[in-house]
């Protein structure tokens, strides 16, 4: 949430230059630039800097998983080609929210290259799909009901946009609500596999955590972030 939404005065002058000043009530200022290179850089008053992406940072992976999204809406029998276009914007604004800093649209894509080297093993692609799109739609790291939501989100998006059968949609919620512990029967289970749908779905979620050290320290940096911040 911007810090202006919290008071109720504040300027707003925008230059020439792309860059953004924001006077914020009597917590200071609020300087936002955004550069060629995607990034945001915002200050608010003298107390913290954080960088943030923009939509236009994250156009390597936007384009194909639109396409993916323009897809799946298409084999699920999408009511109007505008109800999808429009929570497609729904997501990509949830998953370039300024405070993430794992969980977010370059995740969604590293998912599903797993998904990609994997799906001729899961049985219901549909599903694991949508709740790779969904599980982190909503996040707030101080909430204990962010899996919930989420699959509150999918449920509405589900019920009013998509011709699916009502268990259909009811196996993506309840893959996403398994995100909120990863951890099934199986798993509690010692030198036993699972190789269901929802065992590949929870593994590409954290397959972070079993990248090699050398070249994934800004993702596992990053995760870890996300974690402390729960």
């Known amino acids: ?99 993430r800093f794992y969980h977010n649209l370059s995740h969604v894509h590293s998912m599903f290259l797993h998904f990609d080297s994997h799906q001729h093993k899961i049985q219901n692609r549909n599903a694991v799909a949508w709740a790779i799109f969904f599980h982190d739609i909503v996040y707030d790291a101080k909430a204990s009901d962010n899996e919930a939501r989420s699959a509150e989100m999918f449920h509405h998006f589900a019920t009013e946009h998509l011709q699916k059968p009502p268990d259909c949609i009811r196996e993506t919620e309840r893959l996403i609500m398994l995100t909120k512990e990863h951890v099934t029967e199986d798993h509690r289970n010692k030198d036993r596999y699972g190789t269901k749908d929802e065992h590949y779905f929870l593994d590409f979620d954290m397959s972070v955590l079993g990248w090699p050290e050398q070249g994934n320290e800004k993702e596992q940096r990053e995760s870890r972030f996300s974690r402390k911040q729960v």
């Open 1 to 99: 949430m911007s810090v202006c939404l919290l008071v109720q005065s504040c300027g707003r002058t925008v230059g020439v230059f792309g860059t953004c000043r924001r006077t914020v009530g009597v917590f200071g200022t609020c300087r936002r630039t955004v550069g060629v290179f995607g990034t945001c850089r915002r200050t608010v008053g003298v107390f913290s800097t954080v960088r943030v992406r923009t939509m236009s940072g994250n156009a390597a992976v936007e384009t194909p998983l639109s396409d993916r999204w323009t897809e799946l809406c298409g084999r699920d029998r999408i009511r109007t080609a505008e109800a999808g276009q429009a929570w497609w914007r729904v997501v990509k604004e949830r998953y370039c929210e300024p405070w």
